[in-house]
């Protein structure tokens, strides 16, 4: 089979691998230009042909050096233009950099959680541990330390998260409760956004969040502020404990966005405890963003550095994985797939049930 990929000069091959080796430039100049106002000043002004660098330096009260040397590396990056008058405009990329919901989520995600951390990369990939974690906190995990990051970066970490994981719920909350389950265990519940959801959306369920103590503690607090402290409680767990138990009375088990945050080990551990908690008639829901069912190249991209976030950051051994690791990993659990939904753009919904022709134990 012939690939219609356009093969490279040896120009442009340099070309691309200056703008790897200067990334971080172009990127920490894109903070600035959106932090200092001026990407905003530059599209407010549009309508007159865009504002000159002096123009732009007298109304955000900057010097003229300090706006030059951002937009000469952001007009050679493709984030903005100027015209024969000297006069600026954002290009596609500028505007979607500036405005796109997604790209400003990433950005800050990037800038405020990962890019201290990301130097000691190389570190992590020969110890299998977080490395660069130490420059958000001491902890072992991430998770450990979510409910003690800094303003900023606990905001732009929950901001990603839930970025990727809204947009779904809605459609997600129509499947769920077509069986009218009335327990339902949220495993990694966060701060309890989805419990919260679900408790909006249907009456009658009781809603189990299962979570680390300190984000238990965040989540219980946010459902008692939304007038559920009835329906919602906590189970304190710590997934990565010798012999981790959640209890026996769950309809349905959900987890979004949560197995990803472990190894392929640690996933069989926890769908394994998952499904002996079940009986015949219990539901496990997996939602996820696997890296094999995307539909444009950059969301897998998007993924598979999001990969690098967990090796450096967040525990040293878990990724954004295919969904065969995940079908595999199920199977050996002592779960079968009952439904296999895409939903939305990014997110595909996995129903299981107990295969109770077979134990979880003869699989491992």
């Not at 990962?114 to 990369?121: H, S």
């Not at 392929?264 to 394994?272: A, C, F, G, P, Y």
Request: charged share 25%; hydrophobic share 35%.
């Amino acid at each position: 089979m012939q690939t219609t990929t356009k093969k490279m000069s040896a120009i442009e091959a340099l070309e691309e691998a200056h703008r790897i080796a200067f990334a971080p430039f172009v990127f920490q100049a894109s903070v600035s230009l959106r932090k200092l106002g001026i990407l905003d000043y530059i599209f407010d002004n549009r309508e007159t042909g865009g504002p000159t660098i002096a123009e732009i330096s007298e109304k955000l009260m900057l010097s003229p050096y300090g706006v030059g040397v951002l937009l000469e590396i952001a007009e050679t990056s493709n984030i903005i233009s100027k015209n024969e008058d000297e006069q600026y405009e954002l290009t596609k990329v500028g505007y979607f950099l500036n405005y796109n919901t997604t790209a400003s989520v990433n950005l800050n995600f990037t800038n405020d959680v990962c890019y201290k951390g990301l130097f000691y990369l190389n570190d992590s990939i020969k110890s299998g541990k977080p490395e660069g974690l130490k420059e958000l906190g001491q902890w072992p995990t991430i998770y450990e330390g979510l409910s003690q990051l800094k303003p900023a970066e606990q905001k732009s970490w929950f901001d990603f998260d839930h970025h990727y994981s809204d947009g779904i719920f809605e459609d997600a909350l129509e499947k769920i409760f077509q069986k009218k389950p009335k327990t339902l265990f949220d495993i990694g519940g966060n701060t309890g956004k989805f419990s919260i959801k679900c408790c909006n959306f249907n009456d009658e369920v009781n809603v189990k969040i299962v979570d680390l103590p300190g984000q238990l503690n965040i989540a219980l607090a946010n459902a008692e502020s939304n007038g559920f402290k009835d329906r919602i409680t906590g189970h304190p767990i710590d997934w990565l404990s010798e012999n981790p138990q959640i209890p026996k009375d769950a309809d349905t088990i959900w987890m979004c966005q949560f197995l990803d945050c472990f190894s392929e080990d640690e996933i069989l551990k926890v769908l394994s405890t998952c499904a002996e908690s079940m009986d015949e008639n219990a539901e496990l829901i997996i939602v996820e963003t696997f890296t094999d069912r995307q539909n444009f190249k950059s969301t897998q991209f998007i993924l598979e550095a999001t990969s690098l976030y967990f090796t450096v950051l967040a525990n040293g051994n878990s990724k954004m994985y295919p969904s065969s690791v995940f079908l595999k990993l199920i199977e050996k659990a002592g779960l079968q797939v009952q439904e296999d939904i895409k939903l939305g753009e990014y997110h595909t919904m996995l129903v299981c049930k107990k295969n109770v022709l077979r134990s979880p134990k003869e699989t491992l």
